[in-house]
């Protein structure tokens, strides 16, 4: 058995090495290639390019790049077609997956996809193109498989693995014991991205709310968990060029421990918020893309919403309250704005302790251990495929 796999960025390869686990459970003979990161790596793929490549975000960048990104799918798709794999699962990625999914597919390679593009939000004829390129969609939530089952493209909703991984009730003081950290101390967690374009736009708001907060609160220290060598590299230029009065620690991933051993987290938009959800951790959500990008974006976008955990309650209904969460986009994403969402946290007890009963409502409803569900209906296909 010959799976390719393509995933590139971090949550894409936490989800890809759990699917490869409960892969080879059931073909202990599976040869796995494609693109992935470490995780993905320790299970066994052999990997093809480095991941990082492909995390890009906002139209300027992927321009940039589009000529790169051209070369490596057609090579890829090369690869895939000349060994004649058995399955290619795309792992999010949609603008270099769905593509070389459509291109496969015509190659009679069975293609599989994992995490549904956010057609429910934007771009909603995207859909066409899907059906047309994978026969089976893994969708993380509920919510998203009506528009498939409209479509008549098989879909599965298999919950989301840190779902079934985190604990319903995370213990903060052995976090905190864990980085040596003080429990009579407030902490802030700060996660500006894990992707270049994410940090370049905010990591100036997010450094100039930390200052603003420690002029107000003296006990407030603050931790910035870096994705990886490169962004740490990012985060430390921007320091050096603008130098604070007080330490803000800098650490090499561990950014789950680091969020549940924090007061509040402030964070980019994207699978980091979910994550934050599971931890029961109070939030504050931003995101800013170039200002060509936005004004592209901002007319595709169909909903009122952008972080997870408000998609996820408005979706799911499982609070009385329409937005969980504070986010800000775009201009919105200010000192002002930020560091007053975050000291209401702070001073709020009763806030955080509603926080953690919705949190705790959607925890539950995305515990379906994902990794067994997704490797049952890959399997299911490929014996459909070899019956057929």
């Not at 893309?289 to 909903?303: E, M, P």
């Not at 569900?373 to 057929?388: E, H, V």
Request: glycine share 4%; proline share 4%.
């Amino acid at each position: 058995m010959l799976i390719y796999l393509v995933a590139g960025e971090a949550s894409g390869d936490i989800l890809g090495a759990g699917l490869m686990s409960s892969l080879k459970l059931r073909f202990p003979d599976a040869k796995f290639k494609g693109i992935g990161g470490p995780l993905m790596q320790a299970q066994g793929l052999d990997c093809y390019y480095p991941f990082e490549r492909l995390s890009v975000m906002g139209i300027l960048p992927i321009l940039k790049r589009y000529f790169e990104l051209l070369q490596m799918r057609k090579r890829l798709r090369n690869h895939i077609i000349e060994e004649s794999a058995d399955c290619f699962i795309g792992i999010d990625v949609p603008v270099f997956n769905t593509d070389l999914e459509y291109q496969l597919t015509k190659n009679n390679i069975t293609c599989v996809h994992y995490v549904s593009p956010s057609v429910w939000a934007w771009r909603e004829n995207r859909i066409f193109k899907i059906v047309k390129s994978v026969r089976l969609m893994l969708c993380l939530f509920p919510f998203e498989l009506p528009i498939y089952k409209k479509h008549n493209l098989s879909a599965v909703c298999v919950g989301h693995p840190l779902a079934d991984e985190i604990p319903l009730e995370p213990d903060m003081h052995k976090a905190r014991k864990k980085l040596g950290l003080s429990d009579d101390s407030q902490y802030l967690a700060i996660l500006p991205g894990s992707r270049g374009s994410e940090t370049k736009f905010l990591v100036e708001p997010f450094i100039e709310t930390a200052i603003r907060l420690k002029q107000k609160n003296s006990r407030l220290n603050f931790i910035i968990p870096c994705a990886n060598e490169r962004r740490r590299i990012q985060i430390e230029k921007y320091l050096k060029e603008h130098p604070t009065d007080f330490e803000i620690k800098l650490i090499d991933g561990q950014s789950r421990d680091i969020m549940l051993a924090s007061d509040v987290v402030l964070l980019a938009s994207g699978t980091a918020t979910l994550e934050a959800l599971l931890l029961k951790k109070p939030m504050v959500v931003a995101y800013k893309v170039s200002a060509f990008s936005y004004f592209i974006y901002s007319r595709l976008l169909k909903i009122k919403n952008f972080a997870l955990p408000n998609l996820l309650n408005n979706k799911n209904k499982n609070s009385i309250s329409d937005v969980l969460v504070k986010e800000y986009m775009q201009d919105k994403c200010t000192v002002d704005n930020l560091s007053k969402a975050i000291n209401e946290l702070l001073n709020n007890n009763e806030q955080s302790n509603r926080l953690v009963s919705d949190f705790t409502k959607i925890h539950k409803s995305l515990r379906k251990n994902g990794n067994e569900i997704a490797a049952d209906a890959i399997s299911q296909l490929l014996k459909n495929k070899l019956n057929s």
